[in-house]
Each structure stands twice: as C-alpha cells, then as structure tokens.
C-alpha cells in the first residue's frame, strides 16, 4: 500500500503500528529541512499538524530519508501546540480593544499576536521574550501618566503573565529554563539537545539513531565488515551503549534511491514456502536477480556503479527483502553473545551481551513491520506454529557468517505482541585450548575432560542460563576422536554438527519436537534417543535434557547400550542442584542417576561491583555409585577440581590428586598398562594439558592453532603418536610422545 495515497495530494496521515499512532509527513516536494531541531519552517508545519492530529506517539518526515522523532519528543511538540490552539481560540488574547480609549494596548496588539503566530516555531525564543517584555512593560507602567493608558498596560502585563505562566508549565521549557542564561533568540542550538531524528533510508522500518550521544564517552570501535561499531559510556545509564552505523547509512542518496526503487519492485516477488527450505539458495537466487534489477536501474538513472558498489549493494537488498535487516549485522559481530527485542515492539532499543561489555542497549529500534515479516519467515523456516494456540517458537536462524538460536514468545504469553531473543554462535566450533586461553576452564580441567572423553564415560555439562553450557558441551565433541560415528539429538540445532561433518566428523543429527512447543509432525525428544540407540554404536549427545528423554537417556546407560561417551546439557548449578532436577523434577529413578559418571558445572563469576561477569567452569564432579538415599549426605558426589575464586582458576582436589576417582580408576582399569597404576594414569592427564598449553603458546603467533580444524588435527596426530610410541617402547611414555608431538606442531603450526 503507497505511504501516501490520497488522490488530493494529502501532506500527512496518521497510521497504527502496533500500540503506537504513527504521524508520517510528505515532504518528498517540500523545500523545507526535514528536521525539527534545526528548521523553524519545520517545527512550524509539524506543530500545526499536531493540533489537527490527537494522540501521536510517533512523528516520521518522509524526504529522501525517514526521520524519526519518539515519543519523549513528540511530547514535548504535543503540549506547545496544544497551548497555541488554547491561545488562538481565546478572545483575551487575540481579540482585544482597539478603540480610542485602549490606544496604548491597541498599539501592542500586533505584538501580542506576532508571539502568539510564532510559538510554534520558537516556543524557547517566545519564553525569553515573554520574560523580556514583561520587565519593560513593568518598567513602562511606572512612567505612564493618563489613567487609560495605565489601564491598558496593566491588561497588557497580566495577559502577558498568563501566557508566560501556560507556556512555563510545559515540559520543553522545564527542561531548558535553567540554561538560558546568554541565550540568544532564534539560536537553534539548544534545540538540537532535545531533539534528535532517527534517521533511517527509504527502504528500512527498523530506525536507527545515527548521531552519536553528546555526553557519551567512546571507550572502543570497530569494525564488523564495512558496518562501523562504537562502543560509549554513557552518564545516564549503567549499561554501555552499542552503536551501529551499517553500510546502508554511508550510501549516497542517489544509490538509496537506486535500493528503494529495487526493493518495491522484489517485494513483489514473494518467495515461496518451499525457496525456504534452502534458505542459502533463495538468497543466491535473490542476488543474482537483484544484481541485475539494481545493474538496470543505475543504468536507467545514468549512475556509475563499480563491481563492488553493485556487490554492496546487492547485499544490501538481499538483507531487506529475504534476509533480517540489521539483524544481520548484529549477528556477524563475532563479539556479541545474545540479542534481545523487548515488547511492545518499537517502543525500546534492541539489548546485546556483549564479549567485552557485558549489557548493553543499541541505537537499533525495531519496526512492528520487520518483527512481523520475521516471525512469519522464521514459522516457514522451522516448520513449527506461531500463533496464540502456539505462542513459543523455538527455532535456528543461520545468515552468512553467523548462526543463532531463536525463542520467540507471542500473544497470549506476550500480551504486548512478540518478542525474540537470539543467542549467537561461534561461527567455529568451541575447543577447549580456546576455552583455556579465556580461563573459562584451567589447562589441567581441559587435560582431565579430554581423558574422561577418550575414557567413554557419561557426562552432564550444568549451570544457569548463559552460563555456556552448550558452547562447552561442543568443545568436548572435539574432543571425540574422528574414527567413532557422533549422533546428536536436539529440539533446536545449536551444537556445530554441520561444521564437524565438514572437518571429517561421521555425524548425524537428529532434529526433535521441542518441550516447550512445537510441530505436530516432528518426532519426540523420547523418540529420537530411542532413534538413536536402534542406529549402531555411536557417541550419544543430547542438546539438552529437558523432559521424557530423560528416562530413555538413563535407561540406555544402566543396560550398557552406549558403548561410547555420553553426553549432554542440563540446568542446574550444582551437582545436588542437577540430582534434584533429574530425579524429582524429571522423575528419573536415584538408581538410574547412577549411571551419570560426571558432572561438569559451568556458571557465571561477577567481579565485585557487579558489573563484569565471566564464564567459569567452577566444579568437576564424579558420581560415585555406592548410596542408596541421598548422593550429597552418603558423600555420592567428589569433587575432582573446584574453581578458586583467589587465582580465578580451577583447582584439583585432593581427591583427584591422591587417585580417589572411581571413574578414573574404572578408565584405567580396560588399559592393562594402567590398570592399579595411578601414575601412569596422571601422567597422561598432565601430558594432555600441557599439550592443550602449548597449543596456546603457539597461538601467540598464529590464532588458527586454536580453532577446531587444527584441534582436531592436534588430537588426530596425539594418537597417532601415541600408537607408535606404544609399539616402540612398549608403554605411552608422555616425556616421548609430548616431544614428537611438539616437533609436529612446530612444523604444522606453521602452516596453519
């Protein structure tokens, strides 16, 4: 539907989006500066529409850009203009006595009506001047000698009064009055620290506010491919500010034009349900297609564009018809964790966890229109309902360069409408040599999970939301070596199966209903495990445990149907906080919770002020077997390293350093050569983290070493090594393999 439709040329309409009523101005044949805070003619023409246009919460100047002005702002008008209609409507102050006996109020009446016209394009500049005038009327009044004279000074003084009097009570003026002094009238300055347009291209919903805060501090920027990223403190708030200038916003107005023109005409184009099920290939059909819509129209309007222009903006196109917009962008930064959009929808900025900056708000204001347009993309992408029958959606959202889960909640669970929240994924697999080198877990923790998963045991990786459970449950399928086949259930695919199966893993991946919610025709968590078990001998991981798949997940266990490493996600931050959630909340029987061999606690650590947190594997546990009741009362649960909040690192225990594991004895105990030998068994411990180590130190001069390809590899040539070893000498001598080992990652480090 055309913005402005009209047949009479109408300038403006008032529309609905979502719970906010939107006034949009024409002034695309205007001369007129589309901005209020720095054109009289502007503030003027918006002020007067305001009267005619009750309850806006929004103003939008449509030019060659969308100007916005929110609702703070669009307040501070509303009241002015409320006042100028009060005034004009108000015989006293327009329609005064002019005759013989008021000749001294009648020559001032071309005054009073000048401030009057005038305070909807100056409301400060008449508040000086009202103050002004009435100080040298009072001045005159003391010098005035006839009686009708003195009486028409004193009507004069008290009409001025009480417009003085209205227009202080206004918000706009209580915000400025105590920064007048050496104001100068008509200086448009102080209006430019009240109001700010979000200004965003023709062919975006989603505003964005371009200018950077004035009292803001930058404390870093970067840059996310040609998209600008500045990071400010800002007085007023506690979080910091995230602020976003994408490509779009550094176009030239001919080449938005050029994108506007391009965009109405895909728009007609619909991509059809099935296009989606690929999503990779629609959006290369879609470029291909809008490379040549785009190559036409430049031509049309005689405008050069240089192969990577018409790639730009290309991408550009793309990201606004089939793709999600700034979305987009955000998720490319590598250094964001998680997005959240707030409802209703429009009314506050998209909020980030940022890598370095923990919270913070954006300068990114979605669109009713965009939030909707997604929703319906991403029911067709998942193949599941999004309605009031259906309010949660659980979903994944891959774009090029970034994958992310998606939770979405609607009406009636969301009585203000939708609301997402996106948690990013690493665009490569976690490893624990990463996970080292930004202290989540110790080198010794990463030694130690790298033996209990060649050693095949069972293993819950715990903690609270955003702790980073999933993320360290995909650092230890790294860990599997490439010879055993993987099956990974999950109801949302956020574990990095595809990447694995392009580094050489044999995995398969098996999609299942939600708990939550979700499609009738997708197979239950349940049924997929069972699945599962019935595909061969496998390494089972499980996204996360949530609900019925428990008892088939403990019931393969006990009868031994898993001969490889178990593994999966659970909420709970400690290892009781996991045995009630297990065996009371999911109902799984104590015996069967025995069959868990070890308990991975992931949760986040605040510093002092509350202000940072970071991510720590805080415990490693064992479950031993021998209680009947209660595992923390008959001591069923040991801690082999715990997180010391002095040193910010996990420890070992005495416990593990002693050989007091029954897992780890029950490891040893099918290796004939470590069988009732502890040493042996803590030698290989330590050699696997120091090799973890050493791959950080090499990382010093090149990152890659840390990335899951050369992990992998790294952990391919450690068996290899060890094999040959084994054969040489007739042991795993770790002083041997860790110096061949060495000697190959010098010469392979290289060449990463």
């Known amino acids: 539907m055309a913005l402005f439709s009209n047949k009479k040329e109408k300038e403006y309409e008032v529309v609905n989006e979502g719970s906010e009523r939107v006034l949009r101005i024409d002034y695309t044949k205007k001369t007129i500066v589309p901005s209020i805070e720095d054109s009289e003619d502007c503030m003027q023409d918006v002020m007067s529409k305001l009267v005619e246009a009750a309850g806006v919460s929004r103003i939008i100047i449509v030019q060659q850009r969308n100007y916005n002005y929110n609702q703070s702002q669009v307040q501070l008008l509303y009241e002015v203009a409320r006042l100028y209609n009060h005034l004009i409507k108000q015989r006293k102050f327009l329609a005064l006595p002019a005759n013989e006996q008021y000749k001294y109020l009648a020559s001032k009446i071309g005054i009073l009506r000048g401030l009057i016209r005038n305070l909807i394009r100056d409301p400060i500049g008449i508040y000086v001047e009202l103050k002004r005038m009435m100080r040298e009327e009072k001045i005159i009044l003391g010098k005035l000698v006839d009686e009708p004279d003195i009486k028409s000074c004193e009507i004069l003084i008290e009409l001025l009064k009480e417009f003085y009097a209205l227009l202080d009570r206004t918000k706009i003026i209580g915000v400025v009055k105590k920064r007048l002094d050496g104001y100068k009238v008509g200086d448009r300055e102080i209006y430019r620290q009240m109001f700010r347009a979000e200004i965003t291209p023709n062919f975006m919903f989603t505003r964005l506010m371009s200018r950077i805060p004035i009292d803001g501090s930058e404390i870093d920027s970067y840059k996310i491919g040609n998209a600008d990223v500045n990071i400010y403190s800002v007085p007023q708030d506690i979080k910091y500010l995230y602020h976003l200038v994408p490509p779009e916003f550094k176009l030239s107005e001919d080449k938005q034009e050029l994108l506007d023109m391009a965009r109405n005409v895909l728009i007609e184009h619909k991509p059809r349900a099935e296009e989606f099920l690929d999503p990779e290939r629609m959006r290369m059909t879609f470029f291909n297609i809008g490379r040549d819509l785009l190559q036409e129209l430049a031509d049309r309007q005689m405008i050069n564009l240089s192969v990577k222009e018409l790639d730009e903006l290309t991408s550009i196109l793309v990201r606004y018809t089939v793709g999600f917009g700034l979305l987009e962008i955000l998720l490319q930064d590598e250094r964001v964790q998680d997005i959240t959009i707030n409802g209703p929808i429009g009314v506050t900025p998209i909020f980030i966890v940022h ?230 909340d999911l109902q799984v029987p104590k015996t069967s919770f025995k069959a868990t061999d070890v308990i991975v606690i992931c949760n986040p650590v605040k510093s002092a002020d509350g202000l940072r947190k970071w991510r720590r594997v805080v415990q490693i546990t064992e479950v031993r077997k021998k209680w009947e009741e209660d595992p923390l009362a008959e001591n069923g649960f040991v801690d082999l390293m715990k997180y010391d909040a002095k040193t910010d690192s996990l420890q070992p225990t005495d416990d593990l350093i002693n050989g007091n594991s029954e897992v780890i004895k029950n490891i040893a105990s099918n290796i004939p050569e470590w069988a009732g030998h502890w040493d042996a068994v803590w030698d290989n411990i330590i050699l696997r983290a120091k090799m973890k180590e050493a791959l950080i130190n090499y990382s010093k001069y090149n990152k890659n070493i840390l990335e899951a390809k050369f992990v992998i590899a790294s952990n391919d040539h450690y068996h290899r090594i060890a094999e040959g070893v084994k054969r040489e000498v007739g042991y795993l001598d770790p002083k041997r393999i860790y110096f061949e080992w060495e000697e190959w990652l010098k010469r392979a480090g290289k060449k990463a």
């Open 355 to 584: 890598q370095n900056y923990d919270e913070c708000f954006t300068n990114i204001i979605p669109s009713t229109e965009d939030a909707e347009n997604w929703a319906t993309k991403f029911r067709i992408l998942s193949g599941r309902p999004l309605d009031e029958a259906n309010p949660i959606l659980d979903t994944e959202l891959s774009v090029p360069g970034a994958r992310a889960r998606v939770a979405i909640v609607g009406r009636p669970l969301n009585p203000r409408g939708l609301a997402y929240a996106f948690r990013r994924h690493r665009d490569d697999p976690w490893t624990l040599p990463l996970f080292v080198n930004n202290r989540m877990i110790s080198p010794l923790g990463a030694g130690l999970m790298s033996f209990l998963i060649d050693g095949a045991r069972t293993l819950l990786i715990a903690g609270t939301r955003s702790s980073g459970k999933t993320s360290f449950l995909g650092s230890l399928l790294v860990e599997v070596m490439r010879k055993y086949r993987l099956i990974v259930v999950e109801d949302t695919l956020e574990l990095p199966s595809d990447i694995l199966r392009e580094l050489g893993y044999n995995i398969q991946s098996l999609k299942v209903r939600s708990a939550l919610a979700g499609g009738a025709t997708e197979v239950s968590a349940e049924e997929g495990i069972r699945t599962a078990l019935r595909m061969g001998d496998s390494a089972l991981i499980v996204g996360e445990i949530r609900s019925l798949e428990s008892k088939a997940l403990y019931e393969a266990m006990r009868v031994g149907a898993l001969a490889n490493v178990v593994a999966g996600t659970i909420h709970g931050d400690s290892p009781y906080g996991v045995y009630d959630r297990v065996v009371n």
